[in-house]
């Protein structure tokens, strides 16, 4: 769970690069407990690197990330155990059950049987996936694998969300449906999001908002912070024109 | 890492690769066929011209097929440890290789807990080929049987090491053929699990110098000493060998500073 008096995530001075090619460039940010941060970036601006980082499949030699004060690095284990991942990709087990791919999730975090099965009772209710719950996730569409990737993601209690681009290919209602899901979360449950998109009308007015573009941060702050002092009528246009000027 | 912890973990691992393996199938029954083939065919048509010599383990002069279901027995676990490796390239281009990294548990860990999982499908296959062979008449002692069980263990983990670590350096599901070509093949007909060295050594001392240092033969000649209740400390100490150090290259391989994610996209600076 969350402690109130650090930060759910505080990324700093983070660079990445393939090769010569630099991917992330002294990416500096931090998330409190409670919030909703979008990262918006156009495809290829770095979102998947920082998240690859962040979840420790990558590691870099510069900067550092620190999940609930555990660094990534250096105590990844106890980082890693605050940490709730939604990738792009379904990375739930096609040939197995809602309940079989759960009960797998929660041996990782190595909650026992009875505190998984109540654990996830809880979630699939919450995400109304209960009376699916022994239906093979090939069976599903794609709006309710993502809810059960949600509810998977949530079984251990972490104190922050990562979801990237967590509504790719799914239809408007499914897409409203996650989207305002995870905003109750942050509201009811005090939980910390870092929620990766190009997409505008998943952002609410209360979220915090980071622009990345070509690797580096064009803007961070309040939706009226990142807006203020441009000449953009709104979120949109002022998206448009962060990421359409040159990096530096 | 707590105790419990780990033990849990490890539980779900192996409990996942037995619900995948029991949910497929064709893959159940795939991998006995195979074995069964060559035991039912391939040793038939050859028992006539290839007798066997009394060799350790063998008290006395044994049919070809009683010599080859080692080999077969090497073979389940040599496949299996292959299909591992297929399922964890696929698993990685899937993104469920994600869920598994991700969890809070050491790296080396979690590799060693899919092994062990894999290991333990293959030791299943094992079992039940060994059945079906008892009805065909080839009956090892019964105290073999139990003692065949750890020998099963190294052996399956050598060969699920050395899938893992194929696994960490292919980048392709597609550049998988090539490791039937150039690492199933000749390891299995490089090896003693069709035709004792001895034998080897009349065709070719190339062969046979190849066949005495390939991991593979030292994992069958293990299998088939234990199966007849006798420990072959040799083949034990190089199998033991050949697992600790295909181990430690593949979890180098997917460790996150060097490992498999980043090779797909270049690497840290």
């Known amino acids: 769970m969350s402690n109130p008096s650090v930060d759910s995530l505080a990324v700093k001075t983070l660079s990445y690069a393939y090769g010569n090619k630099a991917a992330l460039k002294d990416i500096d940010f931090s998330i409190g407990p409670g919030e909703c941060t979008i990262l918006l970036g156009p495809n290829g601006a770095g979102k998947s690197t920082l998240f690859s980082l962040i979840t420790h499949l990558y590691n870099s030699r510069d900067g550092q990330i620190l999940i609930n004060g555990w660094d990534i690095k250096k105590q990844s284990c106890a980082a890693l155990a605050h940490l709730?991942?939604?990738?792009?990709?379904?990375?739930?087990?096609?040939?197995?059950s809602v309940l079989q791919n759960l009960h797998y999730h929660a041996s990782l975090h190595g909650m026992t049987r009875r505190q998984a099965t109540a654990r996830i009772q809880e979630e699939l209710e919450r995400q109304g996936m209960l009376e699916r719950q022994n239906e093979k996730v090939r069976q599903l569409n794609g709006g309710h694998r993502r809810r059960v990737e949600i509810a998977r993601a949530l079984l251990h209690k972490p104190s922050l969300l990562l979801l990237d681009e967590p509504t790719v290919g799914l239809d408007v209602s499914s897409r409203k449906g996650i989207v305002e899901h995870v905003h109750a979360l942050c509201?009811?449950?005090?939980?910390?999001?870092?929620?990766?998109?190009?997409?505008?009308?998943?952002?609410?007015?209360?979220?915090?908002?980071?622009?990345?573009?070509?690797?580096?941060?064009?803007?961070?702050?309040?939706?009226?912070?990142?807006?203020?002092?441009?000449?953009?009528?709104?979120?949109?246009q002022t998206f448009q024109q962060l990421t359409q000027a040159k990096a530096s | 890492m707590r105790l419990g912890h780990g033990v849990i973990a490890l539980k779900g691992i192996i409990k996942r690769e037995l619900w995948r393996f029991l949910r497929q199938r064709e893959r159940f029954i795939a991998a006995l066929v195979r074995p069964l083939v060559w035991l039912f065919v391939f040793a038939a048509g050859f028992r006539s011209t290839l007798g066997i010599a009394i060799i350790p383990p063998y008290e006395t002069y044994i049919l070809y097929e009683v010599y080859i279901a080692a080999g077969l027995i090497g073979m389940i676990q040599l496949f299996n440890g292959m299909q591992s490796s297929l399922s964890m390239v696929y698993d990685r281009e899937m993104g469920s290789m994600k869920t598994l990294l991700i969890s809070p548990l050491p790296r080396w860990f979690l590799l060693m807990g899919k092994l062990l999982a894999g290991t333990s499908v293959s030791?299943?296959?094992?079992?039940?080929?060994?059945?079906?062979?008892?009805?065909?008449?080839?009956?090892?002692?019964?105290?073999?049987?139990?003692?065949?069980f750890p020998a099963l263990v190294l052996a399956g983990l050598m060969l699920g090491a050395l899938g893992m670590l194929l696994s960490s350096f292919i980048k392709q599901l597609e550049n998988f053929a090539g490791v039937m070509n150039f690492v199933i093949f000749p390891m299995f007909f490089m090896s003693t699990a069709l035709y004792p060295l001895w034998k080897i050594k009349e065709s070719s001392e190339l062969l046979h110098t190849l066949a005495s240092y390939n991991p593979f033969s030292q994992a069958v000649e293990l299998i088939r000493f234990a199966l007849y209740g006798q420990f072959n400390s040799y083949a034990f100490v190089y199998t033991l060998a050949a697992f600790i150090v295909f181990m430690a290259v593949a979890v180098w391989g997917y460790n996150p500073s060097k490992g498999m994610m980043v090779k797909k996209g270049g690497g840290p600076r």
């Open chain 2, 123 to 148: 030791i299943l296959q094992a079992y039940v080929f060994l059945l079906i062979a008892w009805f065909y008449d080839i009956q090892a002692p019964l105290l073999g049987y139990v003692t065949l």
């Open chain 1, 84 to 96: 709730g991942v939604v990738f792009q990709q379904t990375t739930l087990d096609m040939d197995l």
């Open chain 1, 187 to 236: 509201e009811n449950d005090n939980l910390s999001v870092l929620w990766a998109t190009h997409l505008i009308d998943e952002i609410h007015p209360s979220d915090q908002l980071i622009v990345l573009h070509q690797g580096a941060i064009k803007a961070q702050g309040s939706v009226s912070e990142v807006c203020n002092g441009r000449s953009a009528d709104d979120i949109s």
